[in-house]
T-cell receptor, first 113, second 112 residues
Framework: AQSVTQPDIHITVSEGASLELRCNYS??????LFWYVQSPGQGLQLLLK??????LVQGIKGFEAEFKRSQSSFNLRKPSVHWSDAAEYFC???????????FGTGTSLTVIP | GAGVSQSPSNKVTEKGKDVELRCDPI?????LYWYRQRLGQGLEFLIY????????KSGLPSDRFSAERTGESVSTLTIQRTQQEDSAVYLC??????????FGSGTQLSVL
């Protein structure tokens, strides 16, 4: 069965510190992988996506993610967190048919001064 | 508008009443999705429309839930005889090429 696991429900980091949000997936075919961010009162926004090719993908707002097939992971990273990064982050997996996307339960990020 | 618009933004209803939620997708987007987000949980897929193809209704939790979309225009999600467990944020997303989804801000449904 297809699923996405985000093991960390809530993470707190200091502004300027590095960040890594974990995502593990279970998918029967070659996965298409996504990270979305949901800021308070706003809709989800796509940060980055992986379809094929280079396993390290760059996204908006200075985020990057690395696809590791052997670990079934697609962790999100940022070298230096800004206060404005405080939000809910969702990992998702989908098929190239586009008919369904499976989302994780999200990781809430708090950034402290 | 430039983004996905959902209305109402908030809906409070009494148990047993019917509710209708609306989604205006981005013009030209052929794909439209409805998701449900319960408090503290991830997004739960409900239904997917792609152009004029038959919708994928596999995520609808019961026959009280239904959705319609005419062509590539507005979609409505209807919940009949609402129950308290239907309380959640209902998110709509539309998608064009590249499997990139654009989400609306959602409708917060509260069933008393």
């Amino acid at each position: 069965a297809q699923s996405v696991t985000q093991p960390d429900i809530h993470i707190t980091v200091s502004e300027g510190a590095s960040l890594e949000l974990r995502c593990n997936y279970s998918y029967g075919a070659t996965p298409y992988l996504f990270w979305y961010v949901q800021s308070p009162g706003q809709g989800l926004q796509l940060l980055l996506k992986y379809f094929s090719g280079d396993t390290l993908v760059q996204g908006i707002k200075g985020f990057e993610a690395e696809f590791k097939r052997s670990q079934s992971s697609f962790n999100l990273r940022k070298p230096s967190v800004h206060w404005s990064d405080a939000a809910e982050y969702f990992c998702a997996v989908g098929a190239n048919t586009g008919n369904q996307f499976y989302f994780g339960t999200g990781t809430s990020l708090t950034v402290i001064p | 508008g430039a983004g996905v618009s959902q209305s109402p933004s908030n809906k409070v209803t009494e148990k047993g009443k019917d509710v209708e939620l609306r989604c205006d997708p981005i013009s030209g987007h052929t794909a439209l999705y409805w998701y449900r987000q319960r408090l503290g949980q991830g997004l739960e897929f409900l239904i997917y429309f792609q152009g004029n193809s038959a919708p994928d209704k596999s995520g609808l939790p019961s026959d009280r839930f239904s959705a319609e979309r005419t062509g590539e225009s507005v979609s409505t999600l209807t919940i009949q005889r609402t129950q308290q467990e239907d309380s959640a944020v209902y998110l709509c997303a539309s998608g064009g090429k590249g499997l990139k989804l654009f989400f609306g801000s959602g409708t917060q449904l509260s069933v008393l």
